[in-house]
């Protein structure tokens, strides 16, 4: 009897299964028809108009101040203008914004462009500027960070505004990259439950949306409609469930684009067809070294930590080679940081830097004496045992150091142990990392109080003089002895950064340079054949 029951849920239990299975495969035929479908009439208006389809999962609102999906704050570049706007490399240019200008520590003048309006053709102003920024205080959004320290917002005229801070902030103009939407459209509304589509000040705008795509088409109230000739009349972007559906969509050429940070997306559509563009991700790992600690104050032991670390063996092992080496805090593509990323690997160097500062290799330990103390070169090692890739990436620095000499004890803590030790700065090197802001401010790694406890009166001089420095040839002057300083005296080291992918059809034409702000710079120049 006992038998018999177990075998009918058996079978109840593989119906089920099945049901899922059948479900599953008609959700996906039926929205790969529906695609299929208006393709197929796309294609017959082709020749009179382009039209470049994208794909994005987990679509939750188009409004680019409430929404958490990437792909839509990717977007919002083309449909929403924000007052100032990042550069491929990461400076700083005109949005919204005809002029902008910093009057004292903690107050900016921005003057609007005169010829602006909303998609309705009516006409952008202060107003709208400072009901963005009171909406983004109240509620939370990807961008409230950005006006946190934002103590009041007046408005001098129609088309200026003076922004007053707490607290002087270094590169504070890198926050104004919030879109700005209209007051009058939202004024009746709750504004971060509404499902409006905002009025657009960009290049596109939004024509129609359902629950399965939204449909974009050329906004022709945009400032610089009549300068600039857009080749793509139309984007449509389709809402899967699933990054992976939206994949098996693009390898049946039913859309054109999608943005990714999986590293192995060629695995899922294959390289016949497609072309990817990669680019830095803003996600640094680095280990931090303590440099109050009574070894680590000497930057000889800190070059031969940097010399004995070979970060493209870590690339490889842990990242199969889809991370990227990283030399310095800032080298995600700014302009202020010129290098190329590389590893200093070198063995033999980190055992002769450490002969030249006096230590000496006996009987398996480094030692140094000096007023008649001796020093042995033991260190320890602190990671995140919740974190599998960092410990995994911990055990390969502890292998390289051990290497050379270098003893080091692997502490394996938990996450809160974790935190305090990173927060108390009782540790003698940390495994750590960052999500990089667009921002070149470098204060949290050589600033007052940094994690390193580093100190350089050069550098701190210099961190005074570049938040005041407009001119861009002499902030790379500045950087640049900044980044010598930094390469001799290692306080950090950076190890690799994460990767993100634009991956499309050979029919898409342009030039398709990426970076974290967005993916669509030139996008006035793209083409779908």
Known sequence: ?????????????????????????????????????????????????????????????????????????????????????????????????????????????????????????????????????????????????????????????????????????????????????????????????????????????????????????????????????????????????TMGDAYNSLKLGNIDLVCTSITNVEDYIGTIGFGTTEYKGRKLDFISLNCEDTILANKEVRQAINYAIDKNKINSTVFSNNYNVSSFPIDYGSYLYEKESKSSFNAEKAKDVLEDAGWEYRYGYWRKTENYTTQYLNLNLVVDNSNETRVKVAELIEEQLEEIGINVSLYRVSNSSYKNYLENKNYDMILTGVNNGYSPDLSYFLGEDNIANYENEEIANILKEVKNIADTNLLKEKYNRIIEIYEDEIPYVCLYRNTNKVVYSIRVTGSINPNNYTVYYSFENWYRQ
């Open 1 to 241: 009897m006992k038998s018999n029951i177990i075998k009918y849920i058996f079978i109840v239990f593989a119906i089920g299964i099945i049901v899922f299975a059948i479900y599953k495969m008609n959700y996906q035929t039926e929205n790969q028809n529906g695609i299929n479908e208006e393709n197929q009439a796309q294609g017959n208006t082709q020749n009179s108009e382009s039209i470049l389809n994208i794909g994005i999962s987990d679509f939750d609102n188009i409004n680019p101040l409430i929404t958490s999906n990437k792909d839509i704050i990717n977007l919002s570049t083309i449909l929403y203008e924000p007052l100032l706007k990042i550069t491929e490399d990461y400076g700083i240019e005109l949005g919204l914004a005809e002029e902008w200008s910093k009057s004292d520590a903690t107050t900016y003048l921005v003057k609007l462009k005169s010829n602006l309006k909303w998609d309705d053709g009516k006409p952008v102003t202060g107003t709208d500027v400072k009901f963005t920024i009171e909406k983004l205080q109240e509620g939370e959004s990807i961008y409230s960070d950005n006006v946190e320290n934002i103590k009041s917002v007046e408005i001098i005229d129609g088309n200026t505004i003076r922004i007053n801070l707490k607290n002087e902030e270094p590169f504070f103009e890198y926050n104004l990259i919030f879109p700005i939407v209209s007051s009058n459209q939202f004024e009746d509304e709750d504004f971060f439950k509404s499902r409006l589509a905002p009025y657009a000040t960009g290049m596109y705008k939004v024509k129609s949306a359902t629950s399965e795509k939204i449909e974009l088409v050329q906004n022709e109230n945009w400032y610089n409609a009549e300068n600039t000739e857009r080749k793509i009349d139309k984007v449509v972007l389709y809402f899967f469930e």
